[in-house]
């Protein structure tokens, strides 16, 4: 039996150990530990608790619920839109104001003089689900100084979804049980996370979109997997078709 104060990873990947989850530490990994702290010490809740570093290997508080592959069937409803996008707006509230510490690094580069910090990642799979409703936002691995409209960006294209109807609708994809209505889920969405327009939020989608793959170019030229194995293995053409999908309809979102 794993003795409890023993870190060490299954297969190099992920480890759960009790409430402890193990993963492989990165170089921004103590930049990330300090804004989480700042997290909690704000009184979230819906963060993970960082528990140190040791030997290439990040501890974190495990936050129960529903997460991964296991987070797209929660999203499809208006309650699952709305909860992550009021956990979104929690989130970003509670980073205003946060100083990075002057040797902070970061995951994907970040943008000169951003005064806000994104999550960078903020997709249905990084939210602990409790039934309908998102409670957490993890994996904060992509976290970098840029505007917050960058992260709603991010999630609007997942949670409109900036997909065809064929990917919605899969059991493999979004988990929609019919055609989404894109329009009304980008309304509810930005209701929900405080602004009062949706006006030029499609170029922003799309405008994220394009800054995925140039986020990916910079994590595989830095041996970070599994960008790397994308570039590799021709991933970043799906994501360019992702772009050019956008562009071509419009129509659905405005």
Known sequence: MRRRNEWKLVDGGITIVDDVVLRPARSQTPTVHALLRHLLDQGLTCVPEPIGIRRGIEALRHIPGDSGGDAWQHQV????????????????EALRGWVPPDDAEWGVPPLPGAGEICHGDPGPWNMVWDGPRAVALIDWDLAHPGPELDDVAYALEYFAPFCSDEVACADDGHHFPSPPDRRARISGFVSAYGLSTTTGLFDRVVARQAQTIEHAQFMAARGVQPQRSWVEEGHLDDLRERVRWSREHRYLFE
């Not at 409803?77 to 970003?92: K, N, P, Y």
């Open 77 to 92: 409803g208006d309650e699952g839109l709305r909860s992550a996008a009021v956990l979104l707006a929690e989130v970003h």
